[in-house]
């Protein structure tokens, strides 16, 4: 199987940045996109960020400029600095992967099972 695990959220004051990680293990055949989402109370899951294997981006209108994805294909690990936080930056964020297993001939959607993320003075 599959798993996706997330680390570095925690609590920032306004204007702070942290650094996520998502590393991606099991039987992996091959990564396509990568990405992070959030979603913060009574909100719908958006999209913040997403990179593919050959390293095109594309960024949510309220994170661009502050927030930068990155991956390592190498350790099928990405990546999301965010810098200049603000409070509503606060949420869980969860990694996304497309992935291909050795036993599928097609890309799943697998998630990471969240990490906090909170913005507050």
């Known amino acids: 199987q599959v798993q996706l695990v997330e680390s570095g959220g925690g609590l920032v004051q306004p204007g702070g940045s942290l650094r996520l990680s998502c590393a991606a293990s099991?039987?992996?055949?091959?990564?396509?996109?990568m990405g992070w989402y959030r979603q913060a109370p009574g909100k719908e899951r958006e999209l913040v960020a997403r990179?593919?294997?050959?390293?095109?981006?594309n960024y949510a209108d309220s994170v661009k400029g502050r927030f930068t994805i990155s991956r390592d294909n190498a350790k099928n690990t990405v990546y999301l600095q965010m810098n200049s936080l603000k409070p509503e930056d606060t949420a869980v964020y969860y990694c996304?992967?497309?992935?291909?297993?050795?036993?599928?001939?097609?890309?799943?959607?697998?998630w990471g099972q969240g990490t906090q993320v909170t913005v507050s003075s």
């Open positions: 099991g039987s992996i055949f091959s990564i396509n996109t």
């Open positions: 990179i593919t294997s050959g390293g095109t981006t």
């Open positions: 996304n992967a497309r992935i291909r297993t050795w036993r599928t001939y097609s890309y799943d959607d697998y």
